[in-house]
C-alpha cells in the first residue's frame, strides 16, 4: 500500500526495543528485513518470532563485522532500498570530569562511527538500486543539551549532522537522508536509563521517570511503535519528498535537565 511490499531493508539492533519493533513493522508491510545486534540471545529470541528475517551478529562500530554483514545480506538479497541505522548504546551518566575516556570513545563508536560504516556500504547499494532512503536514530539528546549525557547527547548532534550532510550528497542519486529523534520511549532501554540517572543524583527511580514526564508537553512516554510508524512514512512514497530533516517523535520534550 506505501510502495513497501517486496522492498529490501536493513534494521541495525534490530533484536529487541525499537529496532525489533521497526522490523516487524516492514515485515507487516511485505518487506525483505535483515536485522543485525551485537547480542546472540536477542537475534534468536527475534528469529523465532520472525522466522524469515536475515540475521547477522554485528558490533556496528568494527569496520571488519559491518563488511562482513553486508556481504551476506548482499549475497541473500541481492541488493538493498532501505537502511534504518537504529544501533546506539546509553554510555556512561556522570558529571563531564567523571567520565572515563574508554567509556566515551565507545559510546561515540556505536552511536555515530556505527551509523558511518553503515552508511558507507549502503550508499552503493541503494545508488545501485535507482534511489532509496536512509533514516538514522537520534535522539531529542541531539536537538538540545542533555546534562550527565554528554557522550550520547554529543553523538546524537553528530548522527544529525551526518543525516545532513549525506541528504545533501545522495539527494541528486534519489537517495532520501533524515533522522529520527524519539524522546523517552517505553521500553527497557529506557528503564536502564532511569536507573543510571537516578544512581547519578542519588534520588529514586520514580524521581527521575516522573521529571521525564514532567518536561513532555503530552505527558507520557512513547510507544516504540510511533517510531517505526515514522521510519514506514519516511521510507514510503508518502514521504518522496522529504529529506535532510530531523524529526522529533517524543510528544514534544521541552527540556532534557529536569
Known amino acids: 500500500m506505501r510502495g513497501?511490499?517486496?522492498?529490501?531493508?536493513?534494521?541495525?539492533?534490530?533484536?529487541?526495543?525499537?529496532?525489533?519493533?521497526?522490523?516487524?513493522?516492514?515485515?507487516?508491510?511485505?518487506?525483505?528485513?535483515?536485522?543485525?545486534?551485537?547480542?546472540?540471545a536477542a537475534l534468536a529470541e527475534t528469529r523465532s518470532a520472525h522466522a524469515e528475517l536475515g540475521t547477522s551478529r554485528t558490533d556496528v562500530a568494527d569496520a571488519g563485522a559491518v563488511d562482513a554483514m553486508f556481504e551476506a545480506l548482499e549475497q541473500a538479497f541481492?541488493?538493498?532500498?532501505?537502511?534504518?541505522?537504529?544501533?546506539?548504546?546509553?554510555?556512561?551518566?556522570?558529571?563531564?570530569?567523571?567520565?572515563?575516556?574508554?567509556?566515551?570513545?565507545?559510546?561515540?563508536?556505536v552511536n555515530l562511527d556505527g551509523a558511518f560504516l553503515c552508511a558507507r556500504r549502503a550508499v552503493p547499494l541503494l545508488k545501485s538500486a535507482g534511489g532509496g532512503a536512509l533514516v538514522n536514530i537520534s535522539s531529542t539528546a541531539g536537538l538540545m543539551g542533555y546534562p550527565l549525557r554528554t557522550p550520547y547527547a554529543s553523538a546524537k548532534w553528530?548522527?544529525?549532522?551526518?543525516?545532513?550532510?549525506?541528504?545533501?550528497?545522495?539527494?541528486?542519486?534519489?537517495?532520501?537522508?533524515n533522522a529520527i529523534c524519539p524522546g523517552s520511549v517505553?521500553?527497557?532501554?529506557?528503564?536502564?536509563?532511569?536507573?543510571?540517572?537516578?544512581?547519578?543524583?542519588?534520588?529514586?527511580?520514580?524521581?527521575?521517570?516522573?521529571?521525564?514526564?514532567?518536561?513532555?508537553?503530552?505527558?507520557?512516554?512513547?510507544?516504540?511503535?510511533?517510531?517505526?510508524?515514522?521510519?514506514?512514512?519516511?521510507?514510503?512514497?508518502?514521504g518522496a519528498s522529504i529529506s535532510g530533516q530531523a524529526i522529533a517523535v517524543?510528544?514534544?520534550?521541552?527540556?532534557?535537565?529536569?
Not at 513497501?4 to 516487524?24: D, N, P, Q, S, Y
Not at 543525516?163 to 550528497?169: D, K, P, Q
Request: glycine share 14%; hydrophobic share 45%.
Open 158 to 177: 553528530a548522527v544529525i549532522g551526518l543525516t545532513r550532510s549525506l541528504a545533501i550528497e545522495l539527494g541528486p542519486y534519489g537517495i532520501r537522508v
Open 186 to 238: 517505553e521500553g527497557r532501554r529506557m528503564a536502564r536509563v532511569v536507573w543510571a540517572e537516578a544512581a547519578a543524583r542519588g534520588i529514586s527511580e520514580e524521581e527521575v521517570r516522573q521529571g521525564y514526564v514532567r518536561t513532555t508537553s503530552m505527558r507520557s512516554f512513547m510507544p516504540p511503535e510511533q517510531i517505526a510508524a515514522m521510519a514506514l512514512f519516511l521510507c514510503s512514497y508518502l
Open 78 to 109: 541481492g541488493g538493498l532500498d532501505f537502511l534504518i541505522n537504529n544501533a546506539g548504546i546509553a554510555g556512561p551518566t556522570g558529571p563531564v570530569e567523571t567520565l572515563d575516556p574508554v567509556d566515551w570513545r565507545r559510546c561515540v563508536a
Open 4 to 40: 513497501i511490499a517486496g522492498k529490501r531493508v536493513l534494521v541495525t539492533a534490530g533484536g529487541g526495543g525499537i529496532g525489533r519493533t521497526i522490523a516487524a513493522a516492514f515485515l507487516a508491510e511485505g518487506a525483505r528485513v535483515w536485522i543485525c545486534d551485537i547480542d546472540p
Open 250 to 258: 517524543d510528544g514534544n520534550t521541552e527540556t532534557l535537565s529536569g
